[in-house]
């Protein structure tokens, strides 16, 4: 039996504080752009409110009052809404071509990102899956085979476009609950050495993704062309010191880092507000990270559980993959950071898997 009672107030009160931060931080790295491109110096601020943050916050709300068990009801449609859409993006006049990749959907005069969806979507069907055959998750025939299948179908959609970044984000996800629901180490092992394979694959077949693992093992090469990210980025953060250079003064958002409210966020906010300030925006993730995975243990049945950990993994991982090729201990990905990046979907999409949270920690076993 499980009783409903209110909502875990600390963790809320952490998306929001993330969600708060993350908007500061996007206010100021936002500056130089939206002068530059638009001549109003709010104008990616003011979008990323209007059209991810409010949206995002109307959803939260939804998520939070429908039960939970109810995405594991209707986890197949959603999964096929979000592989159509994912078909959608690939289809010309369409889906919209940006700088070598088909990856969002013009609605209007705004656009969408269906991979986002398709995160949450397949995560829900595989929380649902995995709790229909948690007797057999260690069956090679009826676990392991059948989730290798599956996968390497979603990620085909994601490699079409191609969106690798999101790829291993929502992987290493999806490998993580699948070893949390009971997969056995000679799987996970197993699975690794595929993975390693396929990526190898991908890195041969495309000079640029080559280039870039070239930069990361020697970030001077080429430092005025494929190296030019990740050099301005590391001047970035060094430049912010431990202090930081103060809220605003960031000098590398003013046209030499690219993508300053992109995926090189966080090198603005380590200028700006320097070590200190980077290793609290980093305690707080894994505070949030923590008590999500602390709620979604009290979850009275298995799916809960699952559904729970899954959106926390797609998070987290995708934070901390973000920072990591940053600060270049990692290759440059291209994706976002959670809460702080700019982006309407991933706004939208995350604060509604926060209300998902926020609905399972209702429940009490």
Not at 72 to 88: D, V
């Amino acid at each position: 039996m499980s009783k409903t009672s209110s909502y875990d107030s600390v963790f809320f009160t952490l998306s929001i504080l993330l969600l708060i931060f993350g908007l500061f931080i996007l206010a100021s790295a936002s500056l130089g752009i939206s002068v530059s491109q638009f001549g109003y110096p709010y104008y990616y601020f003011l979008h990323q409110i209007i059209f991810g943050i409010l949206p995002g916050l109307i959803l939260l709300y939804v998520t939070y009052r429908v039960p939970y068990v109810l995405w594991r009801t209707y986890a197949l449609p959603i999964l096929l809404l979000a592989l159509f859409l994912m078909f959608l993006v690939l289809v010309p006049g369409i889906g919209i071509y940006y700088g070598g990749a088909r990856r969002w959907i013009a609605l209007g005069s705004v656009t969408f990102q269906p991979a986002e969806f398709l995160k949450f979507a397949y995560v829900a069907y595989l929380s649902a899956w995995l709790e229909s055959k948690a007797k057999a998750i260690g069956s090679f025939k009826f676990g392991f085979l059948p989730f290798l299948i599956m996968s390497a179908f979603i990620a085909s959609f994601l490699v079409l476009q191609p969106d690798i970044g999101t790829l291993g984000v929502l992987l290493i996800s999806v490998l993580a609950l699948f070893f949390l629901s009971g997969g056995n180490f000679k799987q996970m092992a197993l699975l690794s050495v595929i993975g390693l394979v396929i990526i190898s694959i991908l890195i041969a077949i495309a000079p640029y993704r080559l280039d870039r693992l070239k930069v990361f093992l020697n970030s001077s090469h080429d430092p005025q062309g494929k190296g030019y990210q990740i050099n301005q980025a590391l001047i970035a953060v060094g430049s912010g010191g431990f202090w930081g250079r103060g809220f605003g003064l960031s000098r590398q958002k003013f046209s030499y880092l690219p993508e300053p409210i992109g995926d090189s966020i966080f090198a603005v906010a380590a200028e700006e507000i320097g070590f200190v300030g980077g290793i609290l925006l980093l305690v707080l993730f894994l505070l949030f990270f923590l008590r999500g995975i602390w709620v979604t243990r009290q979850a009275p049945d298995l799916f809960g559980k699952l559904l729970g950990a899954g959106i926390l993994f797609l998070i987290m991982f995708q934070a901390l993959i973000n920072i990591s090729a940053i600060v270049g201990l990692l290759p440059l990905t291209g994706i976002p950071l959670p809460f702080v990046s700019y982006g309407g979907t991933a706004s939208a999409i995350t604060l509604a898997e926060v209300g998902i949270i926020l609905n399972i920690s209702k429940k009490r076993p």
